[in-house]
């Protein structure tokens, strides 16, 4: 029902109040932001201070800046006479008593506005959507709630859509290739979800285009604001599969106000490490086992080495000797600290060096040429033994002297020799070392992961060099963890210090670029110090204590043990059993939430089973909400993708499309050797129709090749690789890149090529099917 006119310009009225408060809001901030800034001197805490609260306001001015499109979408009016309007932020009326003109979509005032249906109207007898388009209302959309018994009753199973009106024509609308908010249309079983406490473990699942993407941002938005001041110091992480669905989803938060969630792909999350290899599905399976996590400790372990009778250490052309009695005890007084690899080197080197030195000292005191220093040491020692306490030492200890012992350790440790022998021992490893040596030699291997069959072992072996997969991060993760790194604070400190110099060279620029003097005669000048020689930029830097300031996001980036105050993992179901591990590391709290769909899991190391996923960590103390609208694919497509779906498990319901396009899915068959051909043709085709909309050809993985050539030759502006452009009118995507994206077309090539991969094929082609709002063709190869 939309209303007339004048109900448009009453509305307009309040709208354009709210923006001039919104305006007064903004100016007044950044005249805070400006002060700030130029606050000089002071102690260093001061400073520090000050830079805390610049960071404040520039929160605030983004905020602000953020609530400019759609500020107020909402009204509610309520049968006892009350009104309210629900908007992007909170504003309230200075002039009269703070009473709120707007109330934030996230408050709990808010919530009947996502809650309110004809048959639990909560109070409220009418729901308004009010479009704007910047500041113009442009339209209003009601629900009108209090009708009587007889009109409450809807038999087309849409009674429970909130808003239908509004929430059709966002669905409809063309797709740009950027994930919009869908802050004003939320649905409640969505709200549900959102809104769920912070603590613990929940885990949203539901089938495609159910919004578990718009659930996870939005609640990332909805916890930072209920629980501010917890979340701020350790920060909100956002894992998304690849980097080409973090693009898509990037202006969600922004768009709702928030800037200080960390998005990453689990490839980003071992810092110095850029996860840019290929690798084989089998290879993927094997890493992703938790077994896996056995087989490194068990490699760490490998490296920690007796020798099996003695091992020689030669220094001056004298042999030394170290048994096997000797190393396996160092070995067992390291491994009983308990501490991590490297961290327990120490106890261990320690060890041997007393081994060796007393070896030294015991040869040098049996040296025939030492036996004039004896002489005159047994010389002293029998006067000194006269004033000696009777528990001193035994004389022979004393003829090399203590200190004299301790120079012979200190020169040991410095031996090329007893360093190389220390290193065999008990090397200092790097988790790039220990993963790139174990997986080089097949020996170590099958030392290691006994638990694994040879072709499984086999699926590991790689040689050195190469890079680094995906899958590999979990694995240095838990080698990191079991080495104990290099400290990163210090990596931290390194960040901080790279801030300081970058900035005191800015200073120093303009120092030197701003020398009032004009020199008329620059020799007049030549021995006059400016500011900037006297001072160099390392100076200043290091007097720029709080220039090194860094944001949580910035700290969680470079410290790979930084640990989360809530952790929102999408498209969960493709994470294997090691990348768990790194995650639950990140978030010891368990303050997660995990959003998928167990049916579409692609990954060879993924899940088909939340309980499966989370006994390890939580047992059975998690939540579960379940989403159950299909909001993208209309019900035509639907029912061909269900087909696959039943494949994968026929006791798995398809979600219920919210609306059908009326247009049946196309479908053409062509032989393979025309296929290339065919589609070419049939992407053009598409392509023109799309409009303003987006189009995306889903190729099996093993041919995209040839594929994508022949739409790229076809449709020259399209894009294609592993940084495939969204927004481009035209697309090329394998199902792994599709993965959580949608267009407005799609089209499905060689459906029988995707479904055949034994490992998940179905699961596949029921991902790549359900991409499309609005057209689907199905381009099959004949046979
Ligand atoms: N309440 C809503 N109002 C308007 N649009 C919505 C709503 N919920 C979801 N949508 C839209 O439906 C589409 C699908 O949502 P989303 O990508 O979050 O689904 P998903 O469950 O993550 O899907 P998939 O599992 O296939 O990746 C998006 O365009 C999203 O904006």
Redesign the pocket.
């Known amino acids: 029902m939309s209303s007339g006119s004048a109900e448009i310009a009453r509305e307009q009225e309040y709208v354009t109040m709210l923006y001039r408060r919104l305006d007064a809001l903004r100016e007044r901030a950044s005249g805070r932001f400006a002060q700030v800034l130029l606050e000089n001197g002071g102690t260093p805490q001061s400073r520090t201070e000050r830079d805390i609260r610049a960071g404040e306001h520039a929160d605030r001015l983004a905020q602000l800046d953020a609530a400019e499109n759609g500020l107020c979408f909402g009204r509610l009016d309520f049968a006892v006479g009350e009104t309210r309007y629900v908007g992007r932020m909170g504003l309230r009326d200075e002039q009269d008593d703070y009473e709120p003109l707007l109330i934030d979509w996230r408050a709990a005032a808010a919530r009947p506005f996502y809650l309110a249906t004809a048959a639990a109207p909560l109070g409220v007898s009418r729901r308004r959507h009010i479009k704007t388009r910047r500041r113009a209302v442009t339209g209003l959309d009601d629900d009108v709630l209090d009708l009587d018994e007889l009109e409450r009753d809807t038999p087309d199973g849409h009674s429970e859509l909130v808003g239908e009106g509004a ?1 059709l024509s ?2 409809t609308a063309d797709r740009t290739g950027r ?2 908010d ?1 802050v004003e ?3 409640a079983e ?1 709200d549900e979800a959102i809104r769920a406490g912070l603590a613990g473990v929940l885990v949203v699942q ?10 996870a941002l939005h609640r990332a938005a909805y916890l930072l604001y209920a629980h501010r001041e917890r979340l701020a110091r350790r920060g909100v992480l956002i894992i998304g599969p690849n980097p080409t669905f973090l693009q898509y989803i990037s202006h969600v938060l922004p768009a709702l106000g928030e800037t200080s969630a960390v998005l990453r792909t689990l490839g980003e999350l071992f810092p110095g490490v850029v996860a840019d290899r290929a690798e084989a599905p089998e290879t993927v399976a094997v890493k992703g086992r938790p077994q896996m996590a056995q087989v490194l400790a068990a490699a760490v372990r490998a490296r920690q080495r007796v020798p099996e009778q003695e091992l020689e250490v030669e220094i001056d052309h004298v042999v030394y000797r170290l048994g096997r009695e000797t190393c396996a005890e160092a070995r067992e007084l390291a491994r009983g600290t308990l501490e991590p690899h490297n961290l327990a080197r120490p106890v261990f080197v320690e060890r041997v060096l007393d081994a060796l030195t007393d070896q030294v000292v015991r040869r040098l005191n049996q040296d025939p040429f030492a036996e004039v220093t004896r002489e005159l040491a047994e010389q002293i020692a029998r006067e000194l033994r006269e004033l000696s306490e009777p528990d001193d030492p035994p004389l022979e200890e004393e003829l090399l002297g203590r200190r004299d012992a301790t120079e012979i350790r200190a020169g040991l440790a410095d031996e090329p020799a007893v360093q190389a022998a220390l290193e065999w021992l008990w090397p200092r490893l790097t988790p790039q070392r220990l993963l790139t040596e174990l997986f080089a030699d097949a020996e170590q291997l099958d030392r290691a992961a006994p638990q694994f069959t040879a072709t499984e072992r086999a699926a590991l072996r790689r040689e050195p060099g190469g890079g680094w997969s995906v899958a590999d991060v979990p694995l240095l993760d838990e080698a990191a963890e079991l080495l104990g790194t290099r400290d990163d604070t210090q990596r931290l400190e390194e960040l901080r210090q790279a801030r300081r110099l970058a900035y005191a060279q800015g200073v120093i620029d303009i120092l030197k670029g701003s020398n009032p003097i004009e020199r008329e005669d620059p020799r007049e000048f030549e021995h006059m110090l400016t500011a900037a020689d006297l001072i160099d930029a390392q100076t200043l830097a290091d007097a720029q204590d709080e220039r090194g300031h860094l944001s949580v996001a910035e700290r969680a980036a470079a410290d790979r043990t930084w640990t989360f105050g809530h952790v929102i993992v ?2 969960a179901q493709e994470l294997s059993a090691m990348a768990w591990r790194v995650l639950m590391r990140r978030c010891p709290s368990r303050s997660m939430t995990l ?1 998928g ?1 167990v049916a ?1 899991t692609g990954d060879p190391a993924g899940t088909d089973s939340w309980a499966k996923v989370l006994a390890p960590y939580v047992g059975d103390r998690w939540r579960l909400a379940e ?1 159950t609208v299909n ?2 694919t209309p019900a035509e497509v639907m029912a061909v993708a269900a087909k696959v779906l039943a494949r994968i498990d026929p006791a798995l319901e398809p979600p219920r499309s919210v609306r059908s396009s009326g247009i049946e899915p196309s479908r053409d068959s062509v032989p393979a050797e025309r296929l290339a051909a065919r589609l070419g043709e049939v992407a053009a085709g598409e392509a023109q129709l799309v409009g303003d909309g987006r189009l995306a050809v889903i190729v099996p993985a093993r041919n995209a090749e040839p594929l994508a050539a022949a739409v790229l030759a076809a449709v020259p502006d399209a894009s294609y690789g592993p940084e495939a452009d969204l927004e481009k009118r035209a697309v090329v995507l394998t199902v792994r890149q599709a ?2 994206l ?1 267009f407005d077309t799609v089209v499905v090539v060689d459906p029988a090529g995707i479904a055949a991969d034994p490992l998940r094929g179905d699961s596949d082609l029921y ?1 790549a099917l ?1 991409r499309v ?1 609005r057209r689907l063709a199905i381009l099959e190869v004949e046979g």
Not at 206 to 215: I, R, S, Y
């Open positions: 929430l966002a669905v994930m919009r869908v249309t939320i649905q969505q539901g089938g495609p285009g159910t919004g578990k993407t718009a659930v999408d498209e959003v769909d579409q989403l909001y993208r993965k959580g949608e991902v359900t709002t």
